[in-house]
C-alpha cells in the first residue's frame, strides 16, 4: 500500500514538474512573440519614417518654388504686386493645409489607443494610400482600386490600416526590384456571407519562395532588395491572432496576390 502511495505521489510530482516546464515554455514563447512583433514594428516604423519624407518633399520643394520668385524681386529693388503676395499666400495655406493632414494621418496611425470598433474598409484604403502616395508616385507606380461596396468589419482600425500598409509597401518594392515596365496594384474588396475579403495585387511575377507561406516567418526576407518582405509576419499576427481572420498569399498569372479576410460581426 505504502509502495503504491509513493509511486502515486512520485507521478503527481512529476506531473506538476511537467506542467510547470510547460507553463514556463508557453510564457517563453509569448514574450518571444512579444519581442518579435516590438521588432518587426520597428522595421515597419522605418519604412513609415520613408513614407513622411516622400510625402513632405514635394510640398516643401513648392513652398520654396512660391517665394523665390518674389525673394528675387525685393532684392532688385522691384515691385511684388498685391495680386501676386495673395495668390503666393493662398497658394501656401493649401500646402500647409496638405501638411496638417499628413501630420494628422500618421499621428492617427500611431495611436496607441487599442480598441475594437466598427470601421468602413474603404476608409482605411485611403488613409493607407494617403500615407503610401507619394512613394508609389515617385516609383511610378500606379494604385488601382476596385471597390463597388464600402463595406464595414469590427476589429482594430489602426492595425488593420499598418497590414494595409505593410502589403502596399512590399508590393511597391517588388515592383521597384525587378524594374518592371507599368508596374501596377491592385486592390479589390468583396463581401461573403459574414467575410469581407480585401485582395491586394500586383504585377512583379510573384514571390519566388517555396513553401510560399515561409514569407511569414519572422524576420524573413525575399528579393534583391535589403527589407522586403519586412512586416509580413506582423501583418498575419494582427490579422490571425487579433482580429480573428486570415491573411493569405498566393502567386497568380501577373504577380503576388495578399487576401486578407475578416469579419464584419463581433470579434470572439
Known amino acids: 500500500m505504502e509502495k503504491k502511495e509513493e509511486k502515486f ?4 510530482k512529476k506531473n506538476k514538474e511537467l506542467q510547470i516546464l510547460i507553463e514556463n515554455e508557453i510564457e517563453k514563447n509569448r514574450q518571444k512573440d512579444k ?3 516590438a521588432q518587426n514594428k520597428m522595421a515597419a516604423l522605418g519604412e513609415m519614417l520613408n513614407n513622411i519624407s516622400h510625402q513632405w518633399r514635394q510640398p516643401l520643394m ?3 518654388s512660391l517665394f523665390i520668385p518674389i525673394e528675387g524681386k525685393l532684392n532688385l529693388n522691384m515691385e511684388v504686386k498685391q495680386e501676386e503676395l495673395k495668390e503666393s499666400i493662398e497658394n501656401l495655406n493649401i500646402i500647409t493645409k496638405y501638411m496638417s493632414n499628413t501630420i494628422d494621418d500618421f499621428r492617427n496611425f500611431f495611436a496607441t489607443n487599442k480598441k475594437i470598433e466598427e470601421f468602413k474598409v474603404l476608409e482605411e484604403i485611403n488613409t493607407a494610400y494617403r500615407l503610401t502616395s507619394a512613394s508609389l508616385k515617385a516609383n511610378d507606380i500606379l494604385l488601382e482600386i476596385r471597390v463597388s461596396k464600402n463595406p464595414k468589419i469590427i476589429g482594430y ?3 488593420y490600416t499598418q497590414v494595409l500598409i505593410n502589403l502596399l509597401n512590399n508590393a511597391k518594392d517588388a515592383l521597384i526590384d525587378r524594374k ?4 501596377k496594384i491592385i486592390i479589390s474588396v468583396k463581401e461573403e456571407n459574414n467575410e469581407v475579403i ?9 514571390i519566388k519562395v517555396d513553401p510560399l507561406e515561409n514569407i511569414f516567418k519572422p524576420f524573413f526576407t525575399y528579393g534583391k532588395k535589403n527589407g522586403t518582405g519586412v512586416g509580413l509576419f506582423m501583418s498575419k499576427l494582427i490579422i490571425e491572432n487579433n482580429m480573428n481572420g486570415k491573411l493569405l498569399v498566393n502567386n497568380n498569372n501577373l504577380g503576388a496576390e495578399f487576401k486578407i479576410i475578416t469579419h464584419n460581426n463581433p470579434i470572439k
Open 157 to 159: 482600425k489602426n492595425e
Open 9 to 12: 505521489l512520485s507521478l503527481s
Open 62 to 64: 513648392e513652398i520654396s
Open 35 to 37: 519581442l518579435l512583433f
Open 198 to 206: 480585401l485582395k491586394i495585387e500586383d504585377n512583379a511575377g510573384g
Open 180 to 183: 518592371i515596365s507599368n508596374p
